[in-house]
């Protein structure tokens, strides 16, 4: 989780439209430079994410990977937005 000084409520923005691309986004917008284990985190998220939607029709039981997934990126973006502050 790396701060965002100039726009510190961005990721919590781009991870309501955006979903888990949001955490990618934060890897490489971090100061320090790209973080590897932060887009780790969003891989894992999108292979989350998508496992759900291809599976989604097997008693409607993995569409809640994908909602999951979702609030996730939007706590991601709510602790970037608090640590940024």
């Known amino acids: ?34 973080c590897m284990q932060t887009t780790g985190i969003a891989f894992a998220c999108h292979l989350v994410f998508m496992l759900g939607m291809a599976t989604w029709w097997f008693f409607l039981l993995p569409l809640i990977l994908p909602i999951c997934v979702y609030a996730f990126a939007i706590f991601w973006g709510y602790k970037v937005m608090q640590k940024s502050k």
Do not use: D, R, V
């Open 1 to 34: 989780m790396h701060p965002s000084t100039k726009f510190p409520w961005l990721i919590l923005a781009l991870a309501i439209f955006q979903c888990h691309n949001a955490i990618a986004i934060n890897s490489y917008q971090s100061e320090g430079g790209f």
